[in-house]
């Protein structure tokens, strides 16, 4: 397996995992902390965070496709993740409904450019004659990681609060921001276009 493809599984796992440790328990989250928050809060948020996904994925692959080189899409990774780690910061500061929803917004734009840009580097990249196992490798270890995240959040949470787990999360997220600099150099403009395989990353 090579440097830009280990790299890249590292960047996706610490930012899926990072996730991980909210997504079992969101809900509970806004439960307790946000006033007014119920189930029916918890579905909005769910439902804009996909709904922006849905509306701005294809836009950013279309503009990707059009600038055809990989140094757009790796800062879209980076930028992308930069602005989730952005949203958990503010789920410290939020206490009503609305404030979720905002942050949904921005949570869901840096995902939908992560999902646009991630997929065409690893291709791009992927080991000939094992594309299979590279995919199943990022495949089980981003399943690992946000199982045993999804665990270790609620132990997190009910011991220490949501602000501590939040800045754990904020620490995965902007390490999966920043791992991919480790291949920068292998990154460079391509007059080609290339396939771009959506990922389904949730809330």
Same mark, same amino acid.
């Given at each position: ?53 849905? +509306?701005?994925? #294809?836009?950013? /692959? ?11 899409? =790796?800062? &879209?990774? $980076? ?61 089980? +270890?981003?399943? #690992?990681?946000? /199982? ?11 011991? =220490?609060? &949501?602000? $501590? ?39």
């Amino acid at each position: 397996m090579n440097k830009v493809i280990k790299f890249l599984i590292f960047s996706d796992v610490a930012l899926v995992s990072g996730f991980g440790f909210v997504n079992p328990i969101f809900a509970i989250f806004l439960t307790e902390r946000i006033r007014g928050g119920n189930i029916e809060v918890a579905g909005y948020a769910a439902a804009i965070y996909w709904i922006v996904i849905s +509306l701005t994925v #294809i836009l950013f /692959g279309k503009y990707l496709d059009k600038n055809h080189g990989e140094k757009d899409d =790796f800062w &879209f990774i $980076v930028v992308g993740n930069i602005l989730a780690a952005l949203a958990v910061l503010g789920y410290i500061f939020s206490y009503l409904p609305w404030h979720i929803y905002c942050l949904q917004i921005i949570y869901s734009l840096g995902m939908s450019m992560n999902i646009s840009a991630y997929p065409a580097i690893f291709t791009r990249h992927i080991d000939k004659g094992k594309e299979s196992f590279d995919w199943s490798v990022r495949a089980a +270890l981003v399943g #690992i990681g946000a /199982g045993v995240a999804g665990a270790l959040g609620g132990i997190v949470a009910n011991r =220490f609060g &949501f602000n $501590v787990l939040f800045m754990g999360i904020i620490v995965f997220v902007l390490i999966s921001a920043f791992l991919p600099f480790f291949i920068y150099k292998k990154i460079w403009p391509q007059d080609e276009k290339t396939l771009r395989i959506p990922l389904g990353k949730n809330l």
